[in-house]
Nanobody, 115 residues
């Protein structure tokens, strides 16, 4: 069955780094646009970064210059490298796969930035 499994979340101090991974299975990965969303308590889910099947990349203004997304179509995995983390980056981070209206979500991984 289709699975998106995020990993790499945790507790980190401000200024620190984390690398999130999202391993996909159960569908043909390469044609899908892969995105990272996050949802903080009491807030709506927001798009953080996205990478298309052709390698075009989008970042939200709030993370530009600090976060980098990439994909490995051999390992069926998408990554989010997060540097210079701030307390406002604290949220549950979700992986999303989208192609032709077909939409899959992971279960999320918690990222907490706190001293």
């Amino acid at each position: 069955q289709v699975q998106l499994v995020e990993s790499g979340g945790g507790l980190v101090q401000p200024g620190g780094s984390l690398r999130l991974s999202c391993a996909a299975s159960g569908f043909t990965f390469s044609p899908y646009a892969m995105s990272w969303y996050r949802q903080a308590p009491g807030k709506e889910r927001e798009l953080v970064a996205a990478i298309t099947s052709g390698g075009m990349i989008y970042y939200a203004d709030s993370v530009k210059g600090r976060f980098t997304t990439s994909r490995d179509n051999v390992k069926n995995t998408v990554y989010l490298q997060m540097n210079s983390l701030k307390p406002e980056d604290t949220a549950v981070y979700y992986c999303n796969a989208l192609q032709s209206g077909v939409n899959y979500w992971g279960q999320g991984t918690q990222v907490t930035v706190s001293s």
